[in-house]
């Protein structure tokens, strides 16, 4: 509808934003032996919960982290062409990571045997995508496509939980998804920047907020080490 150009635009920039969900992947198949193996347990419902909000936690720092230093790296491997591609990633960056969430609840209809639900529910999110897209495609061309993205990806989100909530009494940490949330508004903020100066300010951001809000587990993981050796 838009033209060949801006498609190549709009790829460029799902090129660094697919980072989550490919990193997603590895850990995946993984996800789905443990839930299988723990969705008949007594402890199933704090088991579920700690891996979704782990999951929220790890994967919001790693959406961040890709902001920080892309401003560094961007043009590097972008040429002058693709340059507006730029814009977007935070956006992509953000739907990649429902994608992600989405996986874990995912996991649970498969330690359910509910493979038909993990169908139903995608096909839903494409709908979704297309119907958003078409609608905003011509007013807003490429910010309609991210948006639809984002938006189909999140409603797949909030209908997995709501429906999975048969199945596991997932405990989200609010306070730590309303510090998660802050934390990607500001690295937005300075993403848009643009700016060595703001990105080296960014990339310092990130760390300190991860190092904070994960303490208990780096001390857990500290101790660990001390007590192997």
Same mark, same amino acid.
């Given at each position: 509808?838009?033209?060949?150009?801006?498609?190549?635009?709009?790829?460029?920039?799902?090129?660094?934003?697919?980072?989550?969900?490919?990193?997603?992947?590895?850990?995946?198949?993984?996800?789905?032996?443990?839930?299988?193996?723990?969705?008949?347990?007594?402890?199933?419902?704090?088991?579920?919960?700690?891996?979704?909000?782990?999951?929220?936690?790890?994967?919001?720092?790693?959406?961040?982290?890709?902001?920080?230093?892309?401003?560094?790296?961007?043009?590097?491997?972008?040429?002058?062409?693709?340059?507006?591609?730029?814009?977007?990633?935070?956006?992509?960056?953000?739907?990649?990571?429902?994608?992600?969430?989405?996986?874990?609840?995912?996991?649970?209809?498969?330690?359910?045997?509910?493979?038909?639900?993990?169908?139903?529910?995608?096909?839903?999110?494409?709908?979704?995508?297309?119907?958003?897209?078409?609608?905003?495609?011509?007013?807003? +061309?490429?910010?309609?496509? +991210?948006?639809?993205?984002?938006? +189909?990806? +999140?409603?797949?989100?909030?209908?997995?939980?709501?429906?999975?909530?048969?199945?596991?009494?997932?405990?989200?940490?609010?306070?730590?998804?309303?510090?998660?949330?802050?934390?990607?508004?500001?690295?937005?903020?300075?993403?848009?920047?643009?700016?060595?100066?703001?990105?080296?300010?960014?990339?310092?951001?990130?760390?300190?907020?991860?190092?904070?809000?994960?303490?208990?587990?780096?001390?857990?993981?500290?101790?660990?080490?001390?007590?192997?050796?």
């Amino acid at each position: 509808i838009i033209g060949n150009a801006l498609n190549g635009i709009y790829a460029v920039s799902c090129k660094f934003s697919t980072i989550v969900s490919n990193i997603f992947q590895v850990f995946n198949m993984t996800w789905q032996e443990s839930a299988s193996i723990h969705i008949n347990e007594d402890d199933k419902d704090e088991f579920f919960s700690g891996v979704l909000n782990n999951t929220i936690n790890f994967f919001t720092f790693l959406c961040c982290i890709v902001m920080a230093v892309m401003p560094i790296i961007y043009y590097f491997f972008v040429g002058k062409d693709y340059i507006n591609s730029y814009v977007y990633i935070p956006i992509l960056l953000l739907g990649n990571l429902f994608i992600a969430i989405a996986n874990v609840f995912g996991g649970v209809y498969i330690a359910k045997k509910k493979t038909k639900q993990v169908s139903k529910t995608t096909i839903l999110a494409a709908i979704i995508n297309l119907l958003v897209n078409i609608i905003l495609i011509k007013k807003f +061309a490429l910010w309609a496509a +991210a948006i639809s993205t984002l938006v +189909a990806y +999140a409603i797949l989100t909030i209908y997995r939980y709501i429906d999975t909530k048969k199945y596991i009494n997932f405990k989200l940490n609010i306070k730590l998804l309303i510090s998660l949330v802050m934390i990607y508004i500001i690295c937005c903020i300075l993403y848009y920047f643009n700016s060595i100066i703001t990105s080296i300010i960014n990339i310092l951001f990130v760390i300190l907020m991860a190092i904070l809000i994960n303490k208990d587990n780096i001390d857990i993981i500290l101790n660990s080490r001390k007590f192997k050796n």
